[in-house]
């Protein structure tokens, strides 16, 4: 296939890889995206990292991470546009925001729903690192990165272009979103490691029940002060368990090793109850 291949349907948005576009594949119709990346600027060292970062994508399939579809490369205008399988219902930071208003925090089984998914999505990351010990993908772990499709299943997002292209000065600088899940290993400059993940799940968890991030304030170095303090205001249990509230308090440890690993989190009885009740 090529970019003649596709219809450009409309714009989606910008991330700070560039940007996002709604397309339809002239073949079957079927409604896809891409994401297109200018190259140009980038150094022979970049570009090595953006093909073995896209290589990775292609590899990560489960039916919890947005699928991709295919890339493509066109020389004349220095682009390449990746091809990704498009989420009908939007990323969860537009939903947490349209949700605010309503003064209502999701439903507990959808808490634990998209809890459990977001888990399985991980378990398939983190396992992949281990298998292929050359190169760890650094998660950007956030309700932004994290898509919908239409029946409300978790699709986790394509989180290593971000990460890769924040490397290069002209994208870093363009678009710096507040870091409200960043761990405080990640502050204090320590390596990025599975329980950073924990950490950034443990807070888009706890946001789903209370609609705010546990850390926030009104300038970056307060929040950093904020998170490296990690108190956080307990959310109240009344509308979830209190299995929920004990473990979102373990993944919110300031030590990595006291956070939990996936495997743990994926075996707890929390997630038992809920498939006792619903089969
Ligand atoms: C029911 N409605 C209220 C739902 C509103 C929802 N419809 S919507 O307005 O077109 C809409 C909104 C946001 C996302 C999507 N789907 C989507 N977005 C991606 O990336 C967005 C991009 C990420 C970086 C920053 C800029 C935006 C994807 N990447 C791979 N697959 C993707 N799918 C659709």
């Known amino acids: 296939m090529e970019l003649k291949d596709y219809e450009v349907l409309e714009q989606i948005g910008k991330g700070s890889f560039g940007v996002c576009k709604k397309i339809r594949r002239k073949t079957d119709s079927k409604i896809l995206v891409w994401k297109e990346l200018d190259y140009g ?30 890339r493509i490369i066109d020389k004349n205008t220095l682009r390449l546009y990746i091809v990704m399988e498009y989420c ?21 089984n959808l808490v634990m729903k998209w809890f459990q ?14 298998s292929d010990m050359a190169k760890v993908i650094h998660r950007d772990l956030k309700p932004g990165n994290v898509f919908l499709d239409s029946s409300l299943n978790i699709k986790l997002g394509d989180f290593g272009l971000a990460r890769i292209l924040a490397h290069n000065s002209s994208f870093a600088t363009t678009f710096v979103g507040t870091p409200y899940y960043m761990s405080p290993e990640l502050l204090n400059n320590e390596a990025y490691n599975e329980k950073s993940d924990i950490w950034a799940l443990g807070c888009i968890i706890y946001e789903l029940c209370v609609l705010s991030p546990p ?65």
Request: contains cysteine; positive net charge.
């Open 41 to 70: 600027l980038m150094s022979d060292n970049e570009k090595q990292m953006l093909v073995s970062e896209v290589n990775l994508l292609r590899e990560l399939r489960h039916e919890h991470i947005v699928k991709y579809y295919q």
């Open 88 to 108: 009908s219902g939007g990323d969860l930071s537009s939903l947490i925001a349209r949700q605010k208003p309503k003064r209502k925090p999701f439903e507990a």
């Open 215 to 279: 850390f926030t304030a009104l300038n970056q170095s307060a929040l950093f002060l904020k998170i490296k303090a990690g108190k956080y205001q307990p959310f109240s249990p009344k509308l979830y368990s209190q299995d929920l509230a004990i473990v979102i308090n373990k993944m919110l440890q300031l030590s990595p090793c006291s956070r939990p690993d996936i495997a743990e989190l994926i075996s707890h009885r929390m997630f038992k109850v809920a498939e006792m009740e619903f089969g």
């Open 117 to 130: 998914q977001l888990l399985q999505a991980l378990q398939a990351c983190h396992y992949r690192q281990k």
